[in-house]
């Protein structure tokens, strides 16, 4: 007898058949640099965590703190009863730290885009969107229900290109765009972005969810970091990666944010962050803008390690941020590769197709603030023995 959900039976075997099924390995304990994964300590190179701010232990207080005051949840959407002062405060904080005239959080970085784009485009419009921008991306602008165009992944001529073709056919345009991308690891050239958007006076939309707490001033973002404020009409980002808790932000004219109060649906529909998130990421940006000792270390780390890795021969692509892509060109090796340095003690994600092109296959690995350089050097170490064993590297390295 068959079943209705028999074909998931069917898609699940010819996952497992093509070696792409993966259950997600289980952490012991707190998300730190060094930690416990089914039960063995490892050098954690896997997770967002780049300002080792997840348990930090002023995040930590300021959520306990939180929860003693003011509860463990909301129990209500922002728009009825769930909006606390402390949400408020975040937000002003957020729009001062971003320098813009507002700022509105959600529930996760997810639901920012989810959000966003449908409240302000609709079927008139035409969004012309970056090949590599994230799924959240693209799922908001689907449910805009506005016309999509894609560019070349980065390739500024190409969006000139789609903008000419779009030009006049169209209500109003929209140019949206991961700040850092998170396979590969580079920045989008958004000072040319936002010449070629403002040529043609479409929106400016960036997603900076690897950007933020990594890049900019104090960790502001790929905004700040190219002198692009006032020029950058909608700011996304997350609280869930750098910024170590969970949640998104949108910042921008204080016009976007009022109308993202009435139209954003996950800020309608779905209940806001429980107190001790709002606090713990607070407490985040303090840390942020009393010292910038964690963004330097995160890029010490970040050089030191990639250096190591190009030393024995990987190639590394071209990422100019901390996301490392260990390039291998095939699914099951990047599969591979990534749980002999599991055994060896280094937890790094493999990435295969279609996550990433074919012939593009990897592991990824992010360093964090947090990371010791003996941890560096295990990683290390143990990229140089498996990278041999599984010849990916030459078997004698070149002294
Ligand atoms: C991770 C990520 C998101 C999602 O953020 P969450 O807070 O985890 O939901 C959105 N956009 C980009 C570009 C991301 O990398």
Redesign the pocket.
């Known amino acids: 007898m068959t079943h209705p959900l028999q074909f998931l039976e069917d898609e699940r075997a010819e996952l497992v058949a093509q070696g792409a099924f993966r259950l997600a390995r289980v952490l012991d304990g707190a998300q730190d640099p060094v930690c416990r994964v089914d039960g063995r300590e490892v050098v954690n190179l896997s997770s ?1 965590n780049y300002l080792a701010l997840a348990n930090h232990p002023r995040l930590r207080d300021a959520a306990i703190r939180a929860v003693e005051t003011c509860g463990a949840g909301s129990a209500s959407v922002r728009t009825i009863a769930g909006t606390m002062a402390a949400h408020v405060e975040l937000e002003q904080h957020l729009a001062r730290f971003k320098h813009t005239e507002a700022a509105v959080v959600f529930q ?4 920012s ?1 989810a959000g966003t784009v449908g409240a302000i485009l609709g079927k008139e419009d035409v969004i012309v969107s970056d090949a590599l921008n ?1 799924a ?2 693209i799922d908001g602008c689907r449910l805009s229900r506005a016309t999509i165009k894609v560019y070349k992944h980065a390739d500024v001529a190409d969006l000139r290109r789609v903008l000419d073709e779009v030009r006049g056919q169209y209500r109003r345009t929209l140019v949206v765009t ?1 700040g850092v991308f ?1 396979m590969d690891g580079d920045v989008a050239p958004l000072p040319d972005i936002v010449e070629a958007a403002e040529a043609h006076g479409a929106i400016i939309m960036v ?1 900076d ?2 950007a933020s707490g990594v890049l900019g001033h104090q960790g502001r973002g790929t905004v700040d970091h190219f002198g692009l404020h006032g020029r950058v009409h909608i700011q996304v980002g ?4 750098a910024i170590g808790v ?3 932000y949108v910042a921008g004219p204080r016009v976007l944010i009022d109308m993202l109060h009435q139209r954003g649906r996950p800020f309608l529909f779905s209940t806001s962050h429980p107190p001790a998130v709002t606090a713990a990421v607070r407490e985040a940006f303090r840390i942020l803008e009393e010292d910038d000792a964690l963004l330097a270390r995160l890029w010490d780390n970040t050089r030191y390690f990639k250096d190591g890795l190009k030393a024995l021969g990987f190639d590394i692509g071209v990422s100019t941020t901390p996301i490392t892509p260990v390039i291998v060109g095939d699914t099951r090796l990047a599969m591979r590769l990534s749980d002999r340095l599991f055994e060896e003690g280094v937890f790094c994600v493999g990435i295969g197709f279609p996550t990433v092109p074919r012939g593009s296959e990897r592991v990824r690995a992010i360093v964090s603030a947090g990371h010791a350089r003996r941890d560096l050097d295990k990683a290390i170490e143990a990229f140089g023995r498996v990278g041999r064993e599984l010849d990916i590297l030459p078997s004698v390295t070149r002294a």
């Open positions: 967002n996760s970085g997810f639901t885009n994230h959240s991306i991961d998170s997603d969810a690897h997350t609280l869930s990666k969970l949640g998104g």
